[in-house]
């Protein structure tokens, strides 16, 4: 026989329920097994990490920090030609740039002062 869908729907429901029941009953189970561990060692909320405030971080070790990284400070312009454009005298020479050094231009004519 299928099922219909308003009948897996309700079998849904039963069964969270069901599992609601379990679960209840097991961390009754849990919490008491907590509560004669802290009793039996002397335990303390601080010695949880549950005191409410954070232990501050030791200073022997360095905290890593996340977000977002210093910015790149902007690359000094070495090189103008002059229709505007630029070189930091980094990585690749652009192709303006090649272009004159083979047209017979030499670096020192781009150069900013």
């Known amino acids: 026989m299928t099922k219909t869908y ?5 079998q849904i429901e039963v069964l969270k329920q069901d599992a609601e029941k379990v679960r209840r ?3 009754d189970g849990v919490i008491g097994r907590i509560r004669e ?8 909320a601080e010695d949880l990490g549950l005191a409410g405030k954070p232990k501050a971080p030791s200073k022997s070790a360095p905290v890593k920090r996340r977000g977002r990284k210093a910015a790149k ?4 312009v070495k090189f103008r ?3 505007g454009g630029t070189w930091g005298g980094r990585g690749k020479r652009p ?10 231009k030499t670096l ?4 900013v002062k």
């Open 6 to 10: 308003a009948q897996i729907v309700k």
């Open 25 to 27: 009953k097991e961390v």
């Open 37 to 44: 561990a802290i009793t039996v060692y002397n335990l303390s």
């Open 73 to 76: 400070p902007a690359a000094v």
């Open 81 to 83: 030609n002059e229709s």
């Open 95 to 104: 192709q303006w740039l090649r272009d004159a050094l083979n047209a017979g």
């Open 108 to 111: 020192a004519d781009f150069a």
